[in-house]
């Protein structure tokens, strides 16, 4: 599936472990109890790689996979997937025919939407399935609550559309102080019952995320929508102050990010170091250039800021760093030499760098931290 390391031309890569995604799932299927389980594997599974993160899950028989657009889901249908798939923004441009051939399911937010399935459906002479996306209170996608019955009404109208699921998007699950979780839930199940009095009955009815299976918040729901948990990630809980922090299973990081020491160097104090001369060394230093810079997800702004580990140790990322290159500081690191191995998202031995770390240390999400790891780095997959 994937070349070994020392065959690589340029040694920086990912290595995404499937006997660990394989775990993860395992606790997510316990988590999920009774509830079916779509995997959300949008952004290119999270910077994991799509199609292999989705062979592993189907294999471990995930009951839908859940992407941004057509085009992450035609990857899917290309490699042989067999799974349901939800587009989680619907359409924008894209044809709906490829709804019908690659047996796809899009979200709906609108009433003028479904016409243009009705006529789709009508031409082709075959039935297309949605799910209603219903705006609790993100705010972004989603029907608005007030219309619903002019929804359903039209609905009715149109002929070769069948509204086969009912859902909504959780802003902030992971926070356990604020209401606005209770809210949407409460607003949720308002439409839920209001579809019923309407006689109509979603087979698939969802809410939650990895925040709120990770809280253990309760839905009317028979499936469950995780994406960050598959990958050994969620957002940091928010609790009140004295409450213990929710009792999960472990969850382990399926990624990590390395490269190799290609270059070593001793400079004397004084020496700068970078574009812009943005670091001094204030001590005879060792310093070692390794192949990894912002074009491949190494984000700018950790520049005199970040962490490698180097032989079990952490060794500081110093001057600006560039697009293909950056240095660390391995003075302290005796043995340090070329061809080491150096870890920038992982653990090795008892230290570690995970992508909630860097976020935090970034001001934003893991997530976008993973999903930036470039393209041109290659994905590694072992078990």
């Known amino acids: ?14 290595e995404i472990s499937l006997s660990k995604l394989r775990g993860n799932f395992q606790r997510v299927r316990e988590l999920a109890g009774k509830r079916k389980v779509m995997a959300v594997i949008k952004a290119d599974a999270y910077g994991h790689g799509a199609v292999p993160v989705a062979r592993c899950l189907a294999e471990c028989r995930v009951d839908w ?17 067999p799974q349901p798939v939800l587009l989680l923004g619907g359409l924008y441009m894209s044809d709906p025919a490829h ?12 009433t003028p939407r479904l016409d243009t399935y009705a006529e789709c459906a009508r031409r082709y002479g075959r039935p297309i399935e949605f799910h209603l996306k219903v705006d609790t209170g993100l705010g972004r996608l989603g029907l608005p609550l ?3 019955t002019a929804f359903v009404n039209h609905y009715r109208e149109l002929e070769g559309l ?34 019923r009095g309407l006689q109509v009955e979603p087979e698939w009815i969802h809410v ?12 009317p729901e028979n499936l469950v929508r995780v994406g960050a948990l598959l990958y050994g990630y969620c957002l940091p809980l928010i609790v009140p102050p004295g409450q213990e922090l929710p009792k999960v299973p472990k969850l382990e990081p399926v990624l ?4 190799r020491i290609v270059y070593m160097k001793d400079v004397a104090s004084g020496t700068p170091l970078g574009y812009g001369a943005a670091f001094h060394t204030r001590r005879p230093s060792r310093i070692a250039t390794v192949p990894v810079g912002y074009a491949d997800g190494l984000n700018h702004a950790l520049s005199n800021r970040g962490y490698a580990i180097v032989r079990g140790r952490r060794a500081r990322i110093v001057g600006s760093i560039s697009m293909d290159l950056s240095l660390l500081d391995v003075t302290d690191i005796p043995g340090t030499n070329i061809g080491d191995e150096i870890i920038l998202i992982g653990q090795a031995d008892h230290n570690a760098i995970t992508a909630v770390e860097i976020a935090q240390l970034l001001d934003t999400v ?8 470039g393209k041109r780095v290659p994905r590694i997959y072992v078990e």
């Open 1 to 14: 599936m994937s070349p070994p390391t020392d065959k690589l031309l340029r040694p920086t890569w990912v």
């Open 65 to 81: 996979f859940g992407v941004a657009t057509v085009e992450e889901a035609l990857e899917l249908r290309a490699a042989g997937i």
């Open 99 to 110: 709804l019908i051939e690659y047996r796809l399911t899009p979200s709906i937010s609108s």
């Open 146 to 148: 007030d219309r619903v």
């Open 162 to 195: 069948h509204m086969k699921g009912l859902f909504t998007h959780l802003a902030s699950a992971e926070d356990l102080v604020a209401s606005q979780t209770d809210e949407q839930g409460e607003r949720f199940a308002a439409v839920l019952a209001q579809l």
């Open 208 to 219: 939650s995320n990895s925040a709120a299976l990770m809280t253990g918040r309760k839905f």
């Open 256 to 259: 990590t990010f390395k490269s």
């Open 366 to 373: 893991p997530y976008e931290i993973l999903c930036s790891i």
